[in-house]
């Protein structure tokens, strides 16, 4: 089994920058993409950003340029550096990662807790 575990979130006004962590820990496991997904209230789940383990990364177009996502192989952990941020920016955010099981020979999805970002004056 595999657990991601995030922190970070906040309330911040706008314009103000928030940095969120997940780190993913489990036996025998090859981690390939990680992302962050962001929900607000009302509306469906979204990707945000994602990246590969070779360092390829996607951006939602409404975050490019703002937001920065960044990983560190070694400790299983996925970065989001939050820039700039807006009031619509307000939603819950959650980790996921695409995880190989090594000793079962299967891929699955994780996704961790979700963290509270809100953005307002």
């Known amino acids: 089994q595999v657990q991601l575990v995030e922190s970070g979130g906040g309330l911040v006004q706008p314009g103000g920058s928030l940095r969120l962590s997940c780190a993913a820990s489990?036996?025998?496991?090859?981690?390939?993409?990680m992302g962050w997904y962001r929900q607000a209230p009302g509306k469906q789940r979204e990707l945000v950003a994602d990246?590969?383990?070779?360092?390829?990364?996607n951006y939602a177009d409404s975050v490019n340029g703002r937001f920065t996502i960044s990983r560190d192989n070694a400790k299983n952990t996925v970065y989001l550096q939050m820039n700039s941020l807006k009031p619509e920016d307000t939603a819950v955010y959650y980790c996921?990662?695409?995880?190989?099981?090594?000793?079962?020979?299967?891929?699955?999805?994780?996704w961790g807790q979700g963290t509270q970002v809100t953005v307002s004056s």
């Open positions: 996921n990662a695409n995880v190989y099981h090594r000793a079962n020979y299967y891929y699955k999805d994780y």
């Open positions: 489990g036996s025998l496991i090859t981690i390939h993409t």
């Open positions: 990246i590969t383990s070779g360092g390829n990364t």
